[in-house]
């Protein structure tokens, strides 16, 4: 539920913020940083709470009536954590964090949106955590770099941009990790039936190329880091991010980032660099993250050259758009291709896409399973094999069923010759049952093993 209009801060806030920020300053005052490079972060936060409880006791300028061992605790999450968000990370249920001011601060929790009442000091103290969590990763922030897009070790994706292109002050986004779905998980909360999973286990195993797309926060992460579990251990998997969020369910993963240029503009490492250099690390499969450009070009030419079972992630808000946008992506390569050409790599190298929704409620719902067929004139041509179909509304939330349109897919000689049968009556038009959580089911079997690629003479 969203809060009214924020609430201006008590007076009992304003001084508990006015002593902190003393306390604070006196800490960095009296530190000797020349000694922290030698010392373990415990014997800092130890040094550091030392200090702070001898400032608190002997400064007569510290309110009485404010509670001095919170704010103890406040000054070491300042200086070693998130300060007034320290909480927030700290709790799995939270997916997002957003602070658009320092009075203004929203969190996601079960895929909706709350205004919390937590209150930074000023539109300063919202600076330091910014620059704080910045230095941390070894990037900077500043009116001459106004944008950081960086990853925290606990894997959690950061964006702040603050003035003079963000007119509100600074503005931080946190996108939590800290929950690691499996797909018993998925199978659980409805966002897709165990026949839509059994036909994207076998896609997965039998090396199809597959495509996940949809809208920020719909779930595409998630579903690449489970379906991850099916591909064999033994192979090889190289994965190329902006921003690294993936924990794939293999052993073999060799992770690659891209960087930013530094202070004197070189040293960049962009996506499509990465891919060029992954093709010479001998992986199976070449997993990007999220394809945003020119990179799109490599990976499908990647895909079709003897790195079929390739997956990678796009926004998007269907499964046709989707593929226009991979093709308008290969254009960005600048290598002047004729768009059937285009659209003729697209049909080779993806054969299964799979659309993902947040829907109203905030439930994340597999809406389309497709099948892209390669076409002699137009390069693709798309059918529909699962889809869920929205009905209404009850309680706030949307609801709707899983169909099977009917439809076989034409790769499923593909899965039979990689030793992946699916039963045709999979794809029988009917309206498919979502599993009961209470109905076990193990899934952390293949489904016949995996056997002989699929080629490319379809």
């Keep these: 539920m969203w809060n009214d209009a924020p609430a201006q801060p008590s007076a009992e806030e304003s001084r508990y913020q006015a002593s902190k920020l003393k306390l604070h300053r006196q800490i960095v005052e009296q530190l000797d940083l020349s000694k922290i490079g030698r010392r373990s972060p415990d014997e800092v936060r130890e040094e550091l709470r030392t200090m702070a409880q001898k400032v608190v006791r002997d400064d007569p300028r510290i309110d009485n009536d404010v509670d001095r061992e919170a704010i103890i605790e406040d000054i070491l999450s300042e200086a070693f954590g998130t300060g007034p968000l320290e909480d927030f990370m700290n709790d799995p249920s939270v997916a997002d964090i957003l602070v658009n001011g320092p009075d203004e601060v929203y969190i996601e929790r079960d895929g909706r949106l709350f205004q919390t009442d937590v209150k930074f000091a000023d539109d300063a103290h919202v600076m330091q955590v910014i620059q704080r969590i910045a230095s941390q990763v070894g990037r900077r922030i500043d009116q001459s770099s106004a944008i950081v897009d960086a990853r925290l070790p606990d894997g959690s994706r950061v964006n702040a941009i603050v003035p ?39 896609a997965v ?153 947040r829907l109203r409620g905030g439930r994340r719902r597999v809406m389309r399973v497709s099948e892209a067929i390669r076409h002699k004139r137009r390069g693709y041509v798309v059918r529909d094999i699962f889809a869920f179909e929205k009905t209404g509304v009850r309680d706030d939330h949307a609801i709707g069923e899983f169909r099977a349109t009917g439809w076989k897919p034409k790769f499923l000689p593909h899965l039979a010759h990689a030793g992946c049968d699916v039963p045709e009556d999979l794809f029988r038009e009917r309206v498919i049952e979502v599993r009961d959580s209470d109905d076990a089911v193990d899934w952390s079997a293949p489904i016949t093993g995996t056997g002989p690629q699929p080629g490319d003479d379809a």
């Design 205 to 357: 195993e039998a090396r199809l190329g597959v495509l996940i797309t949809g809208g920020t926060g719909s779930g595409k992460t998630t579903l690449l880091n489970c379906i991850s579990r099916f591909i064999p251990d033994e192979e090889r998997l190289v994965t190329i991010e902006d921003t690294a969020e993936l924990a794939l369910q293999r052993p073999h993963v060799v992770r690659l980032e891209t960087r930013p240029p530094g202070i004197d503009g070189t040293g960049a490492m962009t996506p499509r660099e990465l891919v060029r250099n992954s093709l010479r690390m001998r992986p199976d499969r070449i997993i990007v993250g999220e394809v945003r450009g020119a990179e799109t070009l490599d990976m499908l030419q990647a895909m079709n050259t003897g790195h079929e079972g390739s997956l990678t992630t796009i926004h998007a808000n269907g499964v046709q758009d989707a593929l226009a946008r991979l093709a308008m992506m290969v254009t960005m390569a600048k290598l002047d291709l004729p768009v059937d050409v285009i659209r003729t790599h697209i049909g080779f190298a993806i054969s299964l896409v799979i659309h993902l929704e």
């Design 164 to 202: 003079p292109l963000s007119l509100n002050g600074p503005t931080l986004s946190i996108r939590r990790f800290g929950v690691r779905h499996r797909v018993e998980d998925l199978l659980d909360n409805g966002t897709l039936p165990p026949d839509v999973l059994t036909l994207i286990q076998a």
